[in-house]
């Protein structure tokens, strides 16, 4: 299979996930209506998700030891590097001199 075929594929593997996800979010909306539910005694991952009035907070790790403190000595101050072109020879020419 070429890298191009290989490439179309994945695309629309893409493409079918996507939509397929999409109709089944659809569907679960037209059966349970948009508010929040439950099943099974657990509420809906697809009606929490969704919902306007809740959002997913990340937690945010807490660390105890303090970070080390550093001082303006203990980093130099950066200096750019000259470039230095190296000394090689080029490729010969490919063409008769034009002048």
Not at 70 to 89: G, Q
Request: net charge negative; aromatic share 8%; glycine share 6%.
């Amino acid at each position: 299979m070429s890298a191009r075929r290989l490439h179309i594929a994945i695309i629309a593997m893409f493409a079918v996930l996507f939509l397929s996800l999409q109709s089944f979010a659809l569907g679960h909306n037209a059966a349970y209506g948009d508010g929040p539910h439950e099943h099974d005694g657990v509420a809906c991952d697809v009606s929490v998700l969704t919902s306007e009035d809740i959002a997913v907070v990340p937690v945010t790790p807490s660390f105890n030891a303090p970070a080390a403190e550093t001082t303006a000595e203990t980093f130099t101050a950066y200096r750019s590097a000259r470039y230095l072109r190296p000394i090689v020879r080029g490729p010969p020419p490919r063409s008769p001199p034009t002048a």
